[in-house]
């Protein structure tokens, strides 16, 4: 695991797209595992530059996001659906295969048939190259909350009391904040064959070093990444300062000779 030290939002975010970019350009039909939520957004917003100028081609990768809400419909402003257009898929003429944008339907008749629809959408695609996650402020990764189990694969749950209040932010009303959501499970998170966490802001700080440094438990979900072999962990400055373990700065993981052999080990 590669924890990266960024000073800021700005940077995890440039840096964090240009990984994203390395690694389409190094397999053109990639599968991508992708994030909503405020964390991703300065990412988003450098990878569209960058498929606008055509630097990188994307129509033959594949995005999967990571979860949608329950009972919201697609295109409510805050749907994930409505949000990926928005930050991504509409920002570039033709850049992307329709096809190949999957988000989970939290509006299916049949939920559970939807999620293991979903699940083997990813299977059949090859499964995720690499999955790109933001972490909640509980230690949530996708929508998997505390005490869920740590092999859970796509199915609905409810979120936690502490993720509807963070995300009633985004929400006019914070009453219709939706209860319940789909989303990939840890052990589908940990089928991917690499992994990039972003956490940035002081309000990441304890969950960061409880991912990090605390112990592999279902208290804090985000803490399976300890346990998969390919994890690039981007912290900003705030975010990092409740860890113990000093981890290098992007400039000077960059100045080690070895650095391009190890960075997704
Ligand atoms: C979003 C997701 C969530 C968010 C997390 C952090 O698709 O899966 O786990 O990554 O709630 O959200 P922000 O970035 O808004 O702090």
Not at 13 to 20: E, K, Q, T
Not at 179 to 204: F, N, P, Q, V, Y
């Amino acid at each position: 695991m590669r924890v990266i030290r960024v000073a800021d939002y700005q940077e995890m975010s440039d840096l964090c797209a240009s990984l994203v970019v390395a690694q389409i350009k190094a397999k053109p039909d990639i599968v991508l595992g992708v994030p909503t939520g405020g964390t991703p957004l300065g990412m988003y917003a450098r990878l569209v530059e960058t498929f606008r100028a055509g630097e990188v081609d994307v129509r033959r990768a594949s995005f999967f996001n990571l979860d949608e809400y329950v009972g919201l419909p697609h295109e409510h402003a805050q749907s994930y659906h409505a949000y990926m257009r928005r930050h991504l898929y509409d920002q570039v003429e033709d850049a992307f295969t329709p096809e190949n944008l999957h988000v989970p339907d939290g509006n299916a008749g049949d939920l559970q048939k939807a999620c293991e629809s979903y699940e083997a959408a990813i299977r059949a695609a090859g499964g995720m190259d690499l999955c790109m996650l933001g972490i909640g402020a509980n230690g949530h990764v996708a929508f998997n909350e505390p005490g869920c189990s740590l092999a859970s694969r796509v199915r609905v749950v409810r979120l936690a009391e502490r993720t509807v209040l963070d995300n009633a932010r985004f929400f006019a009303d914070p009453a219709t904040v939706p209860r319940h959501a789909m989303t990939m499970g840890t052990g589908t998170i940990r089928d991917a064959r690499a992994l990039i966490l972003l956490a940035s802001g002081e309000g990441k700080a304890a969950a960061v070093a409880a991912a990090l440094e605390g112990p592999v438990t279902s208290r804090c979900p985000a803490s399976i990444v300890q346990l998969h072999p390919r994890v690039v962990f981007l912290v900003d400055e705030a975010a990092a300062s409740g860890l113990t373990v000093r981890h290098p700065s992007w400039e000077e993981y960059r100045s080690d000779p070895h650095a391009e052999t190890f960075l997704f080990q």
